[in-house]
């Protein structure tokens, strides 16, 4: 017959008197196991979504210049080649 204190001692997620862990054991190790790996791979999104952000703040500021000026400028380059081709002919 089993004592009172085998009783209390094999409850869920204890070791068993032969030494085997118990399955709520085990799954509350899988647990922590799988939310530090969540952890680590959200960790590494944020990571590679920052970097990528922060590329996205160098170029872009580079390549909204290179293209045409304002309305302003874009009109009176048109005036100066029409200007030209009338002076010309």
Same mark, same amino acid.
């Given at each position: 017959?089993? /004592?009172?204190?085998?009783?209390?001692?094999?409850?869920?997620?204890?070791?068993?008197? /032969?030494?085997?862990?118990?399955?709520?054991?085990?799954?509350?190790?899988?647990?922590?196991?799988?939310?530090?790996?969540?952890?680590?791979?959200?960790?590494?999104?944020?990571? &590679? &979504?920052?970097?990528?952000?922060?590329?996205?703040?160098?170029?872009?500021?580079?390549?909204?210049?290179?293209?045409?000026?304002?309305?302003?400028?874009? &009109?009176?380059?048109? &005036?100066?080649?029409?200007?030209?081709?009338?002076?010309?002919?």
């Amino acid at each position: 017959m089993i /004592s009172e204190a085998e009783k209390i001692n094999s409850g869920p997620g204890k070791v068993s008197p /032969s030494g085997k862990v118990t399955s709520t054991a085990a799954s509350r190790i899988k647990a922590v196991v799988i939310s530090a790996t969540m952890k680590a791979i959200l960790l590494a999104r944020c990571i &590679v &979504v920052s970097i990528l952000f922060l590329l996205c703040c160098l170029v872009l500021p580079g390549a909204l210049k290179a293209r045409a000026g304002s309305p302003t400028e874009q &009109v009176r380059a048109t &005036v100066d080649k029409a200007l030209t081709i009338v002076e010309s002919a």
